[in-house]
């Protein structure tokens, strides 16, 4: 199915009948809603770091190895600061809780930025798999806690300059006296504390309730294949077991999946807020 307007009117049906709705959302959702990793903004805001690192993009940027913690944490906190701290709720965020308001939703996401909590969406509802910008936790994960970094942010930004930041500012643990790191998972030692098991816990009786045999609607943006094994092979499996299930996959580079997964896939390539404007328009039709 090609035409534009075909595609909508159909996704818009499945999620006006749908009896649950899981958005599942990876960070081509935040691009779309322009976060900006490595356009004209980056370019400006990490205008430093670019000439002397020569950082393509803020998501490479966080794997280099500085030589000090002064350094990493100078870095970090500006990185916190300019995707977590700083923006509002993103219009098509917005516009995407606009669209499932009325529905029996939930989110699983691997966005780190908590725009669907800035949105409004119900924070019962939403799994943050990867973790958040807005917390840190012990380097070496000794002790199950996680704890806010926004006034740590505040205080090395404040106090940073040529991209370092007096010893003084630094976090430790308050355990083992190590040191802190952000709460993203990206090695062994990612934290995962009671809230986020409790996350985990809520998703899992939602999808266990209507993933197999009920009338599901799964609406996936953004998603590549950095990380697939967490929403999006689980999402085309879902479509594969069960006949009342459709994926709705909005994904301007990655549109598509399994063939046999084809005829209850609805793929969109074209800008999001496009195609989020579009279906809130016809589900209200419906």
Same mark, same amino acid.
């Given at each position: 199915m090609t035409d534009?307007?075909?595609r909508i009117h159909r996704a818009a049906d499945c999620i006006s009948k749908a009896d649950a709705v899981v958005i599942g959302a990876g960070a081509g959702? #935040?691009?779309a809603a322009g976060l900006d990793y490595s356009g004209p903004e980056f370019k400006k805001e990490f205008a430093d770091y670019i000439e002397k690192y020569g950082f393509p993009d803020l998501y490479s940027s966080s794997f280099y *190895?500085? @030589? #000090? *913690?002064e350094q990493r944490w100078a870095r970090w906190a500006r990185h916190i600061d300019y995707i977590r701290f700083r923006p509002g709720a993103m219009p098509l965020y917005s516009e995407l809780l606009d669209l499932v308001r009325s529905k029996n939703y939930f989110v699983i996401t691997t966005n780190v930025d908590a725009q669907f909590r800035k949105a409004g969406f119900d924070r019962d509802r939403i799994f943050e798999v990867q973790g958040d910008y807005g917390l840190m936790q012990c380097a070496v994960g $000794?002790? @199950?806690? &996680?704890y806010s970094d926004k006034s740590t942010v505040q205080q090395i930004i404040a106090h940073s300059h040529d991209m370092t930041v007096d010893k003084a500012y630094i976090p430790s643990c308050p &355990? $083992? /006296? /190590?040191n802190m790191d952000v709460h993203v998972r990206k090695n062994q030692y990612f934290v995962q504390d009671e809230e986020w098991h409790e996350a985990a816990r809520r998703y899992e009786t939602f999808m266990s309730t209507y993933a197999d045999r009920g009338n599901v609607a799964l609406i996936e943006l953004g998603i590549g294949f950095n990380t697939p094994a967490i929403i999006r092979f689980p999402f085309e499996q879902i479509v594969f077991q069960n006949r009342n299930a459709t994926l709705i996959r909005l994904n301007s580079e990655y549109p598509d999946g399994p063939a046999e997964n084809a005829s209850r896939t609805i793929s969109f390539t074209e800008n999001m807020h496009k195609v989020i404007d579009n279906l809130i328009t016809n589900t209200s039709k419906e």
């Open positions: 534009f307007n075909q959702l #935040s691009a *190895e500085f @030589p #000090s *913690e $000794c002790h @199950p806690k &996680v &355990v $083992c /006296g /190590g």
